[in-house]
């Protein structure tokens, strides 16, 4: 066979489209620290406990009403859907100033009446814990549309580790009011009316220039899935600082050492990934030119010999376009899918309609309403709670303890993907449904409640908040990508707003049930109200001891639903891991 000699061509050492693409890795990680730091700093409903006592006396309200305050924060979020609708029309960029400007009115308005300077009926203290509330909302919006359009293959670890650091907002809020003035509770209300505005202004710039997203290959998925890992354990240590640091009884000084350190500790993973992008690109550049020059002459010769070929065997065989049978099997599936009951297809697009006629969505709905809310709930009376059994010096300890024991457990949940990463590269067949984990993270919480039940010891009462908190701060995390994979991650924004309309109801029946025990509790001991003047406060075990019992009945009620939702989802999770074995 005669071989033809072509002039050489010079190839450029990397092809333009992964050139372009490493060149856009740096943007989308820049956009995820942002959301870390949009995240850590916006959960500000969890340090409501640490002021809630001084409220209530500003107002001279009863447990209910301060309760209702309660409510009306957990409303707001009621109110998320509207975010999304936002995001049609405005960038993201403007729905998070939109944010910021409703949590400074909301909380700036409470910390002037606590200050003395204005003075505001109840039901204008209601409506703005409810504007505070919904701004939380629309952060975790904005936060979750970046993730899931940066990261549409490792979204599940993205939204996990973002949503894991809204866990630490208490503890990063407790240690900033003793760095500024441990004695005043209400410079958490002026806290979260200013910082989560700077943390807006800081991440402006990455929020508003995001590349867009490019097609990621199986190297770089695996390339990411390691950064995520630095992340992770990142991460922890941040979770490990806080939770033994904060614990301890420090000085003003002292506390603003420790701050120094935490904001040092959020810095960290700006530097990660571009430490690791730049190694893994200077690796490539020198490996491929390397390669160019040992290999040049046998690639010319055998692109020249399979010129030559192509011809012949086109000749001999016509070209055949060959459709995967699994992706005519899924297409198969998804069109009968709609007429089953049962779920069968993972991330099939649902609508809102669609939704609320599915029978697994509303044991997801259940387990929601009786498994994380209750613990959401719990971290609101936590002020009360821990003043009733007499530890009220404990309780920014407490919430503290609940903030990162949340936040470890909101890691946690990104281990079924990890486990799932490494199934895949050992070649293994065993497969995950999140819906299983779920369902066991949802165990601790009855067995908390009959702890706190059965003890009022210090001890248990530590006990049980980090149990309540593990287990709400995994449901928390978990639900995104939950809903995502069982309802379609293009309208989660949506079906995840209305999955959420569950806090406030629980918040509200759950709050109720607390408050009207304790307050039934107080009027029967004369002496404590009269002593502590027209405030009711009720002391003694016996303040909370129905609510824990009906809690714990609840959480068990969650815990069955989600068990149901996990045997009847494992199927499409089965069906989803064997049709896409290399997809984490």
């Known amino acids: 066979m005669k071989i033809k000699h072509r002039k050489p061509q010079n190839l450029p050492l990397l092809p333009v489209t992964k050139q372009r693409r490493m060149m856009n890795q740096p943007g989308k990680w820049v956009a995820l620290v942002a959301a870390i730091w949009i995240q850590a700093f916006t959960g500000t409903n969890f340090d409501f406990p640490s002021y809630s006592s001084n409220l209530k006396a500003a107002l001279g309200m009863s447990q209910v009403e301060l309760n209702y305050l309660a409510v009306a924060s957990d409303v707001g979020k009621a109110f998320g859907w509207c975010s999304g609708i936002a995001l049609l029309y405005f960038p993201l960029w403007v729905v998070m100033l939109m944010a910021a400007s409703m ?35 629309w952060f975790n919006t904005i936060c979750y549309v970046s993730c899931i359009q940066k990261f549409p293959t490792n979204r599940a670890l993205a939204l996990s580790l973002i949503v894991s650091f809204n866990g630490v907002s208490a503890a990063l809020y407790t240690l900033m009011a003793n760095a500024l003035d441990p004695n005043d509770a209400s410079l958490y209300l002026l806290l979260n009316a200013l910082v989560p505005l700077i943390i807006s202004v800081v991440t402006f710039l990455p929020i508003l220039h995001q590349p867009p997203a490019q097609p990621s290959s199986a190297d770089a998925t695996r390339n990411d899935s390691l950064t995520f890992i630095c992340l992770y354990i990142t991460a922890v240590i941040t979770g490990l600082y806080l939770i ?21 500790l959020l810095l960290v993973p700006l530097c990660l990934p571009g430490i690791w992008s730049t190694h893994k690109w200077l690796f490539r550049i020198a490996s491929t030119g390397l390669s160019s020059v040992l290999h040049f002459r046998f690639n010319l010769v055998n692109h020249e010999l399979q010129q030559e070929l192509i011809p012949i065997e086109t000749e001999r065989s016509g070209t055949k376009v060959i459709t995967p049978f699994d992706y005519k099997e899924k297409e198969s599936i998804s069109r009968k899918m709609m007429g089953k009951e049962n779920l069968t297809v993972l991330e099939e697009e649902h609508s809102a309609k669609m939704l609320i006629r599915r029978l697994d969505f509303w044991l997801y709905f259940v387990a929601y309403f009786c498994g994380g809310t209750i613990g959401l709930v719990y971290s609101n009376n936590l002020g009360q709670i821990s003043q009733s059994l007499g530890y009220s010096s404990l309780t920014s300890s407490l919430v503290t303890l609940y903030s990162s024991c949340s936040f470890f457990g909101r890691l946690i949940s990104a281990g079924p993907d990890f486990m799932r990463e490494y199934v895949v590269a050992t070649n293994g067949k065993v497969h995950f449904a999140r819906t299983g984990w779920l369902a066991l993270a949802l165990v ?29 701060g995994f449901m928390f995390s978990a639900s995104v990508s939950i809903t995502s994979e069982l309802f379609g991650p293009n309208s989660s924004g949506v079906n995840h707003n209305i999955l959420i309309t569950n806090i406030p109801l629980g918040s509200f029946l759950y709050g109720v049930l607390a408050a009207v025990s304790y307050d039934s509790t107080a009027g029967s001991s004369n002496q404590t109200a009269a002593a502590l003047g027209d405030v009711v406060v009720c002391i003694g075990r016996k303040c909370y001891l129905q609510t824990f019992i009906w809690w714990a009945c609840i959480s068990i009620i969650g815990l069955a639903s989600c068990f149901l939702l996990f045997r009847r989802t494992k199927p499409a999770y089965d069906r989803h891991y064997e049709s896409n074995p290399n997809k984490t």
Do not use: D, R
Request: glycine share 12%; aromatic share 10%.
């Open 103 to 137: 949590g400074f009115l909301g909380y700036g308005l409470q910390w002037l009446l606590l200050q003395g300077i204005v003075s505001l009926p109840y039901s204008m203290v209601y409506l703005l814990c409810l504007l505070a509330g919904c701004s939380i909302c």
């Open 244 to 264: 033994t640091f904060n614990s301890t009884p420090s000085s003003k000084y002292g506390a603003q050492l420790l701050l120094a350190g935490a904001f040092a």
């Open 444 to 472: 601790p919480t009855p067995i908390a409640f009959i702890l706190l039940a059965a003890s009022g010891s210090e001890i248990a009462l530590q006990i049980g908040t980090g149990l309540i908190g593990l287990s709400s």
